[in-house]
């Protein structure tokens, strides 16, 4: 079954913990990104990566890291830095990264910080 | 910078009317629209989009949408509504920014049918 995955599906942390959100996909897609969904303001994009070993800044990059080390893995960390990083967060895929291409959504990882 | 703009943020329909939803971008150059949604509990997907060609593009579950590139519109239709369709939906932009796919995303609107 291709798709995206995304664990956990809730996550909850102290605040001034760095947290890490996994995304792995197996649709061999060469283009990743991670979007931040809050009520009201859509899907804002935080971070995307077009091949391995490269990414770039979106929208609100802010307080936020990502590695693309593998193909299939798009880790997004949540930093102390982030100032309001309880939120939904999802990852999607695309097979390239232009502007044609349709991206997968995974399920998404609720995050809650305490 | 690329905008994308959903008109209404909650609409509520009987089953069997008809649904119109807003959406407007704001990037001059050459760009692709979609529109995906979210169902209650399920990933968001691609309802339908728009490369070139026939400003009408028909997608899944009997949805169609229409690029008016004077209006910069490409607005969401269907004739008959089900309760199935409650969900949230967003219209999407996607432009070359630099080399780069950039692809904007709307606020969302939220659909509920009422039976």
């Known amino acids: 079954d291709g798709g995206i995955t995304q664990s956990p599906k809730y996550l909850f942390r102290k605040e001034g913990q760095n947290v890490t959100l996994s995304c792995e996909q197996n649709?061999?897609?060469?283009?990743m990104y991670w979007y931040r969904q809050d009520p009201g303001q859509g899907l804002r994009l935080i971070y995307y990566?077009?091949?391995?070993?490269?990414?770039q800044k979106g929208d609100i990059a802010e307080g936020y890291s990502v590695s693309r080390e593998k193909k299939e893995s798009f880790p997004l960390t949540v930093t102390s830095a982030q100032k309001n990083p309880t939120a939904f967060y999802l990852c999607?895929?695309?097979?390239?990264?232009?502007?044609?291409?349709?991206?997968?959504f995974g399920p998404g990882t609720r995050l809650t910080v305490l | 910078a690329q905008s994308v703009s959903q008109h209404n943020h909650h609409v509520i329909l009987s089953e069997a009317a008809s649904l119109e939803l807003g959406c407007n971008y704001s990037y001059g150059g050459t760009v692709n629209l979609f529109w995906y949604v979210q169902y209650p509990g399920q990933h968001l997907q691609l309802l339908l989009k728009y490369f070139s060609g026939d400003p009408l593009v028909k997608g899944i579950k009997g949805f169609e949408a229409e690029f008016i590139k004077s209006k910069f519109s490409f607005n969401l239709r269907k004739p008959s509504v089900q309760w199935s369709d409650t969900a949230e939906y967003f219209c999407?932009?996607?432009?070359?920014?630099?080399?780069?796919?950039?692809?904007?995303f709307g606020t969302g609107t939220k659909l509920q049918v009422i039976p």
């Open positions: 999607a895929s695309s097979l390239r990264g232009d502007r044609k291409n349709e991206q997968f």
């Open positions: 999407a932009a996607g432009s070359d920014s630099g080399g780069y796919q950039k692809v904007t």
């Open positions: 649709l061999n897609h060469d283009a």
């Open positions: 990566s077009q091949i391995v070993n490269d990414f």
